[in-house]
């Protein structure tokens, strides 16, 4: 049905207040974060630093333009009047970047850290089967028939979010869980927001325990060279706490649905299919990969392998696999590398990396707060990318991107708009009948990034 002429200004002026909207949010967390650092170095200290930067050439004043540019469009999500999405904003700012004779062509190339695209694709072939198999909703419901009370269920849906998602990517997992939770919620007649609220958060805590927990714990393994093993083994113990402290905030901000002993009614398991021998297929192919990630086999070609495996099946068609990929995702990573590749050749020369190589980023507390504010101003994968020289330069590489996973990965519960993953779990729930609005997310998702983080820094 064409819109009335009254609809279109509606939407456009609603476009528009959602843009600075977005735009005022973003402006308040980057004053927070240039305060706070103040705080530490010292008004002065931070003045004189900026003072001293050399004023920028043509090229680099238009990359830099760019670069911002591409930035905004990625913490607002897109922009008024336009039909331009996250992937679009990058895939135009990598063309700019192209088109301004920053990067040639073989440059651009040469940018895209495919090991990363090629592991995030194989790991979502693997969660689509997966789920088309039906083994994440009979999973649903053994959790519900085990789970007698609500604070059981909370808890048994965060754990089963967090370990899922420390193997299988969290964008991939928050894709999935939102329906099954909210179906389970309302067949058991609960309110389903808090257990949804529940997803993102235990997603996001859960992901920072290994390499393919999430895509910015991917690009850091191939900047690092941390072994899969050496990752896990720093980091399993702030996920485990994290799931654990999900569970504590999201009870204690909905006290009338957890603190209780009301007890749940029996379930009777969902009429859907459940092809047996597809899910025994992907959980032996799954748990082989986790093997072989730990093994040393290099993450990337374990998961592509998997993947491949995975698409030799009589049930489903391949059509139908290709359709769970989030395409404009990687999309979105190919054009990152390469707007953060030619920002790195034209603006970050010595002189500027040495220059800001002032704000410390040796002591872990500056380095979690730099690229937690990051973080939250245009996601963790942007910020990671942003950071990427400046840790390389570092006298401990090692430590400080495993604080950097950590900090970049933890800071996206802070907000809604902190990680994709939120935004991905809000939309879902939203098209369920189910609204996460922003302060319900915040009052839960503030403190516990917090908490995560103060014991992440203790613990690295």
Request: charged share 10%; glycine share 8%; with cysteine.
């Amino acid at each position: 049905m064409p819109s009335s002429p009254q609809s279109a200004p509606k939407g456009a002026r609603h476009a528009v207040l959602s843009f600075w909207l977005g735009i005022l949010a973003a402006v308040i967390v980057a004053g927070g974060a240039v305060l706070t650092t103040a705080a530490v170095l010292g008004v002065g200290e931070l003045l004189s630093l900026l003072s001293r930067l050399p004023a920028p050439t043509p090229e680099a004043a238009a990359v830099g333009g760019i670069f911002a540019a591409t930035y905004v469009v990625l913490a607002i999500g897109k922009l008024p009047y336009y039909r331009l999405d996250r992937a679009g904003g990058t895939l135009l700012g990598a063309s700019l970047m192209i088109g301004v004779g920053a990067l040639t062509l073989d440059e651009a190339y040469r940018s895209i850290d495919f090991d990363a695209i090629t592991l995030l694709l194989g790991m979502m072939i693997v969660v689509a089967n997966l789920r088309l198999s039906g083994f994440f909703r009979r999973a649903a419901d053994w959790l519900a028939d085990a789970a007698r009370r609500p604070i059981y269920l909370l808890a048994a849906i965060a754990a089963a979010t967090g370990v899922f998602s420390a193997f299988l990517v969290n964008d991939a997992i928050c894709l999935v869980m939102p329906p099954l939770v909210i179906d389970l919620a309302q067949r058991l007649k609960r309110d389903p927001a808090p257990y949804a609220l529940a997803i993102p958060l235990a997603s996001n805590v859960g992901s920072v325990a290994t390499i393919t927990g999430n895509p910015q714990n991917m690009i850091i393994a191939g900047a690092s060279g941390i072994s899969y093993g050496d990752f896990a083994q720093a980091l399993w113990p702030i996920a485990l706490a994290g799931v654990a402290l999900t569970v504590l905030f999201v009870a204690l901000a909905f006290p009338h649905e957890f603190l209780s002993r009301e007890t749940l009614p029996p379930i009777a398991p969902a009429a859907r299919p459940y092809h047996p021998a597809l899910a025994s297929k992907a959980l032996l192919v799954t748990a082989a990969m986790i093997v072989f990630f730990f093994s040393g086999v290099p993450p990337a070609k374990v998961a592509i392998v998997a993947g491949g495996l995975l698409l030799l099946t009589r049930r489903i068609g391949s059509k139908k696999i290709y359709s769970e990929i989030d395409w404009p995702l990687l999309l979105m990573f190919a054009g990152l590398f390469i707007v953060v590749g030619a920002f790195d050749k034209v603006v970050l020369t010595p002189g500027e990396l040495a220059g800001f190589g002032r704000l410390r980023f040796e002591e872990a507390p500056m380095l979690a707060l730099v690229a937690a504010a990051l973080s939250n101003i245009v996601s963790n994968v942007p910020a990671v990318l942003a950071l990427k020289p400046f840790v390389a330069e570092l006298s401990d590489p090692k430590r400080a991107w495993l604080i950097v996973a950590m900090a970049s990965t933890l800071a996206g519960n802070f907000t809604l708009v902190g990680s994709i993953a939120n935004l991905i779990v809000v939309e879902r729930a939203r098209s369920l009948g189910v609204t996460i609005g922003f302060w319900t997310y915040f009052k839960v998702g503030a403190p516990l990034t917090l908490a995560t983080i103060a014991l992440g820094l203790w613990r690295l």
